[in-house]
């Protein structure tokens, strides 16, 4: 045992393999790295109801799982990706022995990071173990102690008492808690005497062996002895074994260490070089509390341990105390406050590499908080684990100092835009404050991040929504025919200003009717009226309300007439053109109208949907696909004749953000372009593409139209005035 040693009983590792029939535990498992379970090979054959020794392999089948963390449990099934059968016919096996017997499993997703796979070490005599029951119920456990062990076998006894090993226990971790490692896999039972006293199972020697002759040694982890080829551990060892040793109080920094890292410590001297430095390796969160330990006293030292950890990326950027703070701190929003996160976090990382959307999912108002059994207990957790990860935003400064990291800056706009109470915000700006200065991050870099938040927080409080013309546009049919046999198509139009005080009509006539470039001129005459609030901020933003026929009208083509003819610009290219029909929306009733409301408020938060012939090629796949979570914003790119009735189905429907091109072409290269681009920017980035357009239109052929409804702002009441009032 080293200096530093496992405090207590460490943290069970519990997978339950449920059997088919029943959903019962049919044994246990272990976790391995990237997403895969370990189990015995007859665990599998019976959870899926086949005799328990068959070696025959069972085909491309998944078992159900349940996942045992230290707060919450998940279920998912697991996909056998690996067959090591049980081997009867191998040589030198005993009467009750058999070779291979390990299956291993791939769960569909990913798990939240508060699920580690454990450590593993070699079995040895002597070792005392203990077995947990497939149930994963803390308290069903067996203590026994390793009688036997020559590598492929390992006998373990419960000396006097009963061993009550049954069936459920196989596949699961044999635990050494002085090792604070899984030693090997409870295999099988035998009765001595009568009695129940001793079982066997397969040490980690034959587990690695067998792994690597099928094929999977890529999933086993990295043995101990393998931190000494980590590119950091010979200038860990270097740092630690020279001026880190001969700091002040090196003593009270690594008892510090242990202490944030859960450890027990030897009551005298200090640890070598090389234990701290295997610890600094393979707990995620030592390095940072060894930095919190010196920086005190050793300011110079603390910043060499945070530029050897950004060098050799060690991802973690808390401390264990500074993560479970703000966990606690961000756990503690209400459901109306926690819905508010991901936009902040955007907000916050705008100029950072683009956050995956499931990440930010999950949110919303109704969703049950961490905590809570049944919940997505692990949102924050997972969101954090992805931050810490964002080294971009942390490089030195030309003059040498560190700028805030991604997740310091998210936390400030969080306390900025989310925290309901004063004391709230004080608790995140304090907890932010401290670990800016461990990390050595100057009170003038955080000063400027605060302010920026505080800055986008008075926007959002106040309705960043940009000042708008609304065009209410209706088709009064085609003029006369022309002298080139055209009909040009006339509209009615009677247009509301709002800058921000509400709307107000600015219309004379509306039942004029019009051609297109009047209409244009029109509709741009009204824009130069509008006071603009802020010069730096967004662009005016043209509002089309059409009914549902006229949802492509190609108002963004439209040139004005009159004197603006000496610049023809189209109408889509100086100014964002959207439409907006609320005709649609308001078919299905109040209920469809709520639905509408509820996605707009996930337009942050949920991940948009593409819809093309292949992921929906029929009405019944649409629908579904809309109503499998409240999106907010789709694009749509599917066969000419199909468009309009699935852009409808999505506006009826509720979603407020829907893109497509009108122009027919597969694989729009219009929407294809608007991927990348999130919900709020895409009125700016249409625009952006239809300046291209007039520039390169080989290069950008595409048509994109922009549907958008905005639940927070009013529409002007569209009752139809008779013209004799």
């Known amino acids: 045992?080293?200096?530093?040693?496992?405090?207590?009983?460490?943290?069970?590792?519990?997978?339950?393999?449920?059997?088919?029939?029943?959903?019962?535990?049919?044994?246990?498992?272990?976790?391995?790295?990237?997403?895969?379970?370990?189990?015995?090979?007859?665990?599998?054959?019976?959870?899926?109801?086949?005799?328990?020794?068959?070696?025959?392999?069972?085909?491309?089948?998944?078992?159900?799982?349940?996942?045992?963390?230290?707060?919450?449990?998940?279920?998912?099934?697991?996909?056998?990706?690996?067959?090591?059968?049980?081997?009867?016919?191998?040589?030198?096996?005993?009467?009750?022995?058999?070779?291979?017997?390990?299956?291993?499993?791939?769960?569909?997703?990913?798990?939240?990071?508060?699920?580690?796979?454990?450590?593993?070490?070699?079995?040895?005599?002597?070792?005392?173990?203990?077995?947990?029951?497939?149930?994963?119920?803390?308290?069903?456990?067996a203590d026994a102690e390793v009688s036997e062990c020559d590598g492929r076998f390992g006998y373990f006894d419960g000396a006097e008492r009963t061993l009550d090993i049954e069936p459920a226990y196989s596949g699961g971790p044999l635990w050494s808690n002085e090792e604070s490692a899984v030693v090997g896999l409870v295999t099988a039972k035998l009765r001595v005497r009568g009695e129940l006293r001793r079982a066997w199972g397969i040490p980690w020697q034959r587990v690695a062996w067998e792994l690597r002759s099928a094929g999977v040694d890529h999933l086993l982890p990295r043995p101990d002895d393998d931190v000494r080829d980590h590119p950091a551990y010979a200038e860990?060892?270097?740092?630690?074994?020279?001026?880190?040793?001969?700091?002040?109080?090196?003593?009270?920094?690594?008892?510090?260490?242990?202490?944030?890292?859960?450890?027990?410590?030897?009551?005298?001297?200090?640890?070598?070089?090389?234990?701290?430095?295997?610890?600094?390796?393979?707990r995620g969160r030592a390095l940072p509390a060894l930095v919190e330990a010196v920086r005190p006293t050793a300011g110079p030292i603390a910043d060499e341990l945070l530029v050897l950890g950004r060098r050799y990326g060690l991802p973690k950027l808390l401390t264990p105390g500074e993560h479970g703070a703000l966990l606690r701190h961000l756990r503690a929003l209400p459901p109306a406050a926690a819905a508010g996160v991901p936009g902040a976090v955007r907000a916050a990382l705008s100029l950072a590499a683009a956050l995956p959307g499931a990440l930010l999912a999950g949110f919303g108002a109704d969703a049950p908080q961490d905590g809570h059994e049944g919940s997505g207990n692990g949102r924050f957790e997972a969101l954090i684990a992805h931050l810490e990860g964002l080294y971009g935003d942390s490089t030195p400064t030309d003059d040498g100092?560190?700028?805030?990291?991604?997740?310091?800056?998210?936390?400030?706009?969080?306390?900025?835009?989310?925290?309901?109470?004063?004391?709230?915000?004080?608790?995140?700006?304090?907890?932010?404050?401290?670990?800016?200065?461990?990390?050595?991050?100057?009170?003038?870099?955080?000063?400027?991040?605060?302010?920026?938040?505080?800055?986008?927080?008075?926007?959002?409080?106040?309705?960043?929504?940009?000042?708008?013309?609304?065009?209410?546009?209706?088709?009064?049919?085609?003029?006369?025919?022309?002298d080139a046999g055209e009909q040009p198509e006339r509209y009615r139009l009677r247009l509301w200003c709002d800058d921000g005080d509400g709307l107000r009509q600015v219309s004379d006539d509306s039942e004029r009717p019009r051609s297109p470039e009047e209409a244009a001129q029109e509709i741009l005459d009204a824009v130069g009226s509008l006071?603009?609030?802020?010069?730096?901020?967004?662009?005016?933003?043209?509002?089309?309300?059409?009914?549902?026929?006229?949802?492509?009208?190609?108002?963004?083509?439209?040139?004005?007439?009159?004197?603006?003819?000496?610049?023809?610009?189209?109408?889509?290219?100086?100014?964002?053109?959207?439409?907006?029909?609320?005709?649609?929306?308001?078919?299905?009733?109040?209920?469809?109208?709520?639905?509408?409301?509820?996605?707009?408020?996930?337009?942050?938060?949920?991940?948009?949907?593409?819809?093309?012939?292949?992921?929906?090629?029929?009405?019944?796949?649409?629908?579904?696909?809309?109503?499998?979570?409240?999106?907010?914003?789709?694009?749509?790119?599917?066969?000419?004749?199909?468009?309009?009735?699935?852009?409808?189905?999505?506006?009826?429907?509720?979603?407020?953000v829907v893109l497509w091109d009108r122009s027919g072409q597969p694989g729009s290269p219009a929407v294809r372009h608007a991927t990348e681009v999130r919900a709020r920017e895409l009125p700016e980035a249409i625009r952006m593409y239809r300046t291209k357009t007039l520039q390169r239109p080989a290069d950008y052929p595409g048509r994109p139209v922009l549907a958008w409804a905005d639940a927070g702002r009013a529409l002007p009441r569209l009752d139809l005035v008779d013209p004799t009032e």
């Open 1 to 141: 045992m080293g200096w530093f040693h496992p405090r207590g009983s460490a943290p069970r590792p519990a997978v339950s393999i449920l059997a088919k029939d029943d959903g019962r535990p049919a044994g246990a498992g272990v976790l391995l790295p990237r997403q895969h379970l370990l189990t015995c090979a007859h665990v599998v054959n019976s959870a899926l109801g086949k005799d328990m020794l068959a070696p025959d392999h069972p085909g491309a089948v998944a078992v159900s799982v349940r996942i045992h963390g230290p707060e919450h449990t998940v279920e998912a099934d697991a996909e056998l990706t690996a067959w090591i059968p049980p081997r009867r016919d191998d040589g030198g096996l005993g009467a009750f022995e058999w070779n291979g017997d390990l299956a291993v499993l791939r769960l569909a997703g990913a798990l939240p990071p508060a699920f580690e796979p454990p450590r593993w070490h070699p079995m040895a005599r002597r070792q005392f173990v203990r077995a947990w029951h497939g149930s994963g119920e803390p308290g069903v456990f």
């Open 236 to 282: 860990l060892t270097t740092l630690l074994d020279g001026p880190l040793s001969l700091s002040d109080g090196w003593v009270r920094c690594c008892r510090a260490v242990a202490r944030q890292c859960g450890l027990d410590h030897r009551a005298d001297g200090a640890p070598s070089a090389d234990e701290f430095a295997r610890l600094l390796l393979t």
């Open 401 to 482: 100092r560190l700028a805030v990291p991604g997740l310091l800056r998210a936390v400030e706009f969080v306390a900025a835009g989310c925290c309901p109470t004063a004391e709230q915000q004080a608790d995140l700006w304090q907890w932010n404050a401290a670990v800016a200065r461990r990390l050595g991050i100057h009170d003038a870099a955080l000063k400027d991040r605060r302010h920026d938040a505080k800055q986008w927080a008075r926007g959002a409080s106040r309705g960043s929504a940009p000042p708008r013309v609304v065009a209410k546009l209706s088709s009064c049919g085609s003029a006369a025919v022309s």
């Open 531 to 656: 006071r603009r609030p802020d010069p730096a901020g967004p662009r005016f933003v043209i509002e089309l309300v059409v009914d549902r026929d006229a949802l492509e009208v190609p108002a963004d083509s439209w040139k004005p007439a009159g004197a603006a003819a000496l610049l023809p610009v189209p109408l889509g290219a100086p100014y964002p053109l959207v439409v907006n029909c609320p005709e649609l929306r308001e078919l299905n009733g109040e209920a469809m109208l709520d639905q509408w409301r509820e996605r707009w408020a996930r337009l942050d938060s949920e991940e948009p949907v593409h819809i093309d012939d292949a992921t929906a090629p029929d009405p019944e796949a649409v629908c579904g696909l809309l109503m499998e979570r409240l999106t907010a914003h789709v694009t749509v790119d599917v066969a000419a004749h199909r468009r309009a009735g699935v852009v409808q189905m999505c506006l009826a429907a509720g979603v407020p």
